[in-house]
């Protein structure tokens, strides 16, 4: 049997589509416990197709299992499809400047990008969430959370 290459970067469409406001799941592994663990993140942008960022509050979990392991896996729901993001994590922001929440960086260097989804389907509905708080509150939020994940 042929052995697949596996790409070790987003495809153009997959860079678009993670430009924000997208639900992706954080599989880590645990600091404490070393089992695997999932986190669903909302704040996650493509820098360019080797990199993706993102940021959970500075309390979350997910930074100590990141310097515990950096090896992580995104999953993204879209494009009709599952893909499966490996990388290596690394927290570049304890604390974001600019943002009126307590918010970390954090990027991952993609090594490979899998599609996942069982053969002869496809995907109809992306997940779709609802902010339940102000509107207007969490757009202004986001812009703030998205430009400060650009800042070098």
Known sequence: MAKMDVPAQLSSELFEFLQGEKLVLLGSVEANSKAPGVSAISWVKSCDEKRIRFSVTTNSRIIANIKANPQVVLTVVGLETVYSINGNAAVLEEEMKGVPLKLAKI??????VYESMFWGAKIVQEPRY??????EKAKELDLKVYKALMDE
């Open 107 to 112: 990027e991952v260097e993609i090594q490979h």
């Open 130 to 135: 609802e902010k339940t708080y102000n509107a």
